[in-house]
């Protein structure tokens, strides 16, 4: 069975740390560089519904089905988005990486290649699982390419599988890394973050 608590992962220019109440009002600045919650692709609340959108995360994460994290950069210590560990499957030692999004400003830079070897590392490293998914709107072209870049495999696409806030219907792509797949996903991230 994997435990999975809250914990704070860093890295030398992005940190992950656990959600809370107090960074509703970073979230809905963040979320309003760039308006994300107007893209059709992903569902990022406006800034006055950050509340709910914490609170939810943290009922899930009560419940053993979330770890979700306030995404930060270290220069100036801002948050910049957010992500978080869903549809933990413990006894299946099974992780989907989600709910992912980042500040217009933030993204394509660093900050996605640091967090998401963060959560990676964290996932296969100190949890011990044998699978972690990635999954995008089939749509979401930029996003489908951050996952492939990672090395993550296609698993197959959930066709007419949720209703987005617009009232479309999402496709969704499905992917993955398996823990033996991680020590190459792993140099390749290192390289990335070295460089």
Same mark, same amino acid.
């Given at each position: 069975?994997?435990? #999975?608590?809250? *914990?704070?992962?860093?890295?030398?220019?992005?940190?992950?740390?656990?959600?809370?109440?107090?960074?509703?009002?970073?979230?809905?600045?963040?979320?309003?560089?760039?308006?994300?919650?107007?893209?059709?692709?992903?569902?990022?609340?406006?800034?006055?519904?950050? &509340?709910?959108?914490?609170?939810?995360?943290?009922?899930?994460?009560?419940?053993?089905?979330?770890?979700? +994290?306030?995404?930060?950069?270290?220069?100036?210590?801002? =948050?910049?988005?957010?992500?978080? +560990? %869903?549809?933990?499957?413990?006894?299946?030692?099974? =992780? &989907?990486?989600?709910?992912?999004?980042?500040?217009?400003?933030?993204?394509? @830079? +660093? /900050?996605?290649?640091?967090?998401?070897?963060? %959560?990676?590392?964290?996932? +296969?490293?100190?949890?011990?699982?044998?699978? *972690?998914?990635?999954? @995008?709107?089939?749509?979401?072209?930029?996003?489908?390419?951050?996952?492939?870049?990672?090395?993550?495999?296609?698993?197959? #696409?959930?066709?007419?599988?949720?209703? %987005?806030?617009?009232?479309?219907?999402?496709?969704? /792509?499905?992917?993955?890394?398996?823990?033996?797949?991680?020590?190459?996903?792993?140099?390749?991230?290192?390289?990335?973050?070295?460089?």
């Amino acid at each position: 069975m994997l435990h #999975i608590e809250p *914990v704070t992962l860093s890295t030398d220019r992005v940190f992950l740390r656990p959600l809370s109440l107090h960074d509703i009002p970073a979230l809905g600045q963040a979320a309003s560089d760039g308006a994300l919650w107007e893209k059709r692709t992903t569902t990022v609340p406006r800034p006055e519904g950050f &509340e709910e959108y914490v609170r939810k995360a943290l009922d899930l994460q009560v419940a053993g089905l979330a770890l979700p +994290f306030a995404t930060m950069v270290k220069d100036g210590d801002r =948050v910049v988005g957010s992500t978080r +560990f %869903m549809n933990i499957d413990a006894a299946n030692h099974r =992780v &989907e990486i989600g709910t992912t999004w980042i500040a217009k400003s933030w993204q394509r @830079t +660093f /900050v996605n290649t640091h967090a998401k070897y963060l %959560m990676l590392h964290h996932a +296969f490293e100190v949890l011990g699982c044998i699978a *972690v998914e990635i999954r @995008t709107h089939s749509q979401n072209d930029q996003s489908r390419a951050a996952i492939e870049r990672l090395g993550a495999k296609l698993d197959g #696409i959930l066709r007419r599988h949720m209703i %987005m806030p617009d009232g479309h219907i999402r496709d969704t /792509v499905v992917y993955s890394i398996l823990r033996e797949e991680w020590p190459q996903v792993k140099a390749r991230l290192e390289q990335k973050l070295a460089d």
